[in-house]
């Protein structure tokens, strides 16, 4: 299935993929959008046009300045929407007519990417950050707890806690280096971070909630999920250090937190499900019926400063205990009611390899040993980190190729830059 939308070829937004995002123009206020292409095609203005007419939902819900309404519908709404845009943008279908032939409208609601600027695609109203990851949690206890090896929840139950949702923020917003309670010299002391880390990561974003005191049946959570973006979970590895005996995160990790701006939908990403790691949850609630429940997409990671651009790591959502469901069965299984627009994520998503590490603190034993990363054009040479340095931009980019070779999915940059402290 092609579109009759020129589509290059090594783009993220084919007509396979038709990922959600808000945006706004000079001329038009925020509002909800599909990528495809090198366009966004204006679901407001769509709705407006009573395009989806023949679709029994709440068309209102897509003119709103974010998500959350149109995500807490039905799923099979979800479904009849992506397929009519599907079928009113391809070449082949008797629906392309309905935006091809009609130049006037066509000129209305498809807006060249480059004149959009993106915004939170949803109102958080909590994130909650998990710790999933099986060779992250692994090089963790090898750092921080040498011989002591996994604690013993870690494969019964997804750990978890709750993160900042006001610091969580679109691609492109510059990361202000956080100062905090650091230990120097065997001093507890106030300073500017001095291991300042990225964290390569994986969220879902909730589309339709649960009533207090309720709880969502693992077989039925991804009804609960409305799609997933890339994460980066900026650290600051020395607050964090001093700050999280006995009790865990809390200035180490509030500070920011960078999302990519396009939410790809489950179906999109159903060609790429496989298999967990290693979890064989023994309480029936955690027990999944789909085995194949996460994806196998990989994550690749680079940094840019002023003497060039380099290869940092490439990692994989593959490489959890514990699916998006499972987290959220877990998640609710006192009654905690989730929201439109809640956000939940993997943690760090480390690899068996050096080379597929998620972050520095990993990649460098907290700093004793630097990280050298190649150059990704000639006559440039490698550098070396510890941990990051004002200046320093980390991209995460993940994109996986279609059913049949048709076309790609993707989720647009992930992208922010360390400045100095504000």
């Known amino acids: 299935m092609a579109s009759w939308i020129p589509i290059e070829d090594g783009s993220d937004f084919?007509?396979?993929?038709?990922?959600?995002?808000?945006?706004?123009?000079?001329?038009?206020?925020?509002?909800?959008?599909?990528?495809?292409?090198?366009?966004?095609?204006?679901?407001?203005?769509?709705?407006?046009?009573?395009?989806?007419?023949a679709i029994d939902f709440?068309?209102?819900?897509?003119?709103?300045?974010?998500?959350?309404?149109?995500?807490?519908?039905r799923k099979s709404v979800h479904h009849d929407v992506r397929k009519l845009m599907q079928d009113i943008l391809s070449e082949s279908t008797l629906l392309g007519p309905v935006l091809r032939d009609h130049r006037d409208r066509r000129d209305r609601v498809l807006v060249?990417?480059?004149?959009?600027?993106?915004?939170?695609?949803?109102?958080?109203?909590?994130?909650?950050?998990?710790?999933?990851?099986?060779?992250?949690?692994?090089?963790?206890?090898?750092?921080?707890?040498?011989?002591?090896?996994?604690?013993?929840?870690?494969?019964?139950?997804?750990?978890?806690?709750?993160?900042?949702?006001?610091?969580?923020?679109?691609?492109?917003?510059?990361?202000?280096?956080?100062?905090?309670?650091?230990?120097?010299?065997?001093i507890p002391t106030e300073s500017l971070c001095q291991k300042l880390d990225f964290e390569v990561e994986f969220a879902a974003f909730i589309g339709r909630g649960n009533k207090m005191g309720s709880r969502i049946d693992v077989n039925e959570a991804e009804d609960h999920i409305f799609g997933v973006v890339l994460m980066n979970d900026w650290s600051a590895r020395d607050i964090q250090q001093w700050e999280s005996t006995p009790l865990g995160p809390f200035?180490?990790?509030?500070?920011?937190?960078?999302?990519?701006?396009?939410?790809?939908?489950?179906?999109?990403?159903?060609?790429?499900?496989?298999?967990?790691?290693?979890?064989?949850?023994?309480?029936?609630?955690?027990?999944?019926?789909?085995?194949?429940?996460?994806?196998d997409i990989p994550i690749r990671v680079s940094l840019e400063n002023d003497s060039g651009t380099y290869s940092v790591t490439e990692c994989n959502t593959k490489h959890?205990?514990?699916?998006?469901?499972?987290?959220?069965?877990?998640?609710?299984?006192?009654?905690?009611?989730?929201?439109?627009?809640?956000?939940?994520?993997?943690?760090?998503?480390?690899?068996?390899?050096?080379?597929e590490l998620g972050c520095f603190l990993e990649a460098t034993r907290n700093g004793i040993d630097p990280y050298e990363m190649k150059a990704q054009f000639s006559g440039k040479q490698n550098i070396s980190r510890a941990f990051l340095e004002d200046g320093d931009t980390i991209e995460f980019k993940a994109q996986v190729q279609g059913k049949s070779g048709l076309g790609h999915v993707g989720f647009g940059a992930c992208k922010g830059k360390i400045v100095a402290s504000a």
């Not at 206020?29 to 990528?35: C, E, K, L, M, S």
């Not at 790691?277 to 994806?295: C, F, G, I, M, R």
Request: glycine share 8%; proline share 8%.
């Open 112 to 186: 060249p990417l480059s004149r959009a600027k993106m915004h939170m695609p949803m109102h958080i109203g909590d994130y909650t950050d998990f710790f999933v990851g099986l060779y992250h949690a692994q090089n963790c206890c090898d750092i921080f707890r040498p011989g002591m090896g996994l604690p013993p929840n870690f494969s019964s139950l997804p750990v978890g806690y709750h993160g900042r949702a006001s610091s969580v923020v679109i691609s492109g917003t510059p990361v202000h280096r956080p100062r905090g309670q650091i230990v120097l010299n065997g």
């Open 14 to 53: 084919s007509l396979q993929n038709l990922p959600y995002g808000v945006f706004s123009t000079d001329d038009l206020d925020q509002r909800i959008g599909v990528a495809i292409g090198d366009y966004v095609l204006d679901l407001k203005a769509l709705a407006q046009e009573k395009v989806f007419a």
């Open 58 to 73: 709440d068309s209102s819900t897509l003119e709103e300045p974010t998500i959350n309404a149109y995500a807490s519908l």
């Open 320 to 355: 959890v205990v514990f699916s998006f469901a499972q987290m959220l069965a877990h998640h609710t299984v006192g009654g905690c009611p989730m929201r439109p627009g809640d956000l939940i994520a993997t943690g760090t998503l480390s690899g068996p390899t050096r080379g």
């Open 251 to 295: 200035n180490g990790k509030n500070f920011c937190t960078t999302i990519s701006p396009w939410i790809v939908t489950l179906e999109a990403l159903e060609p790429f499900r496989t298999t967990p790691l290693t979890a064989d949850p023994q309480l029936p609630y955690l027990n999944q019926d789909e085995k194949q429940s996460v994806y």
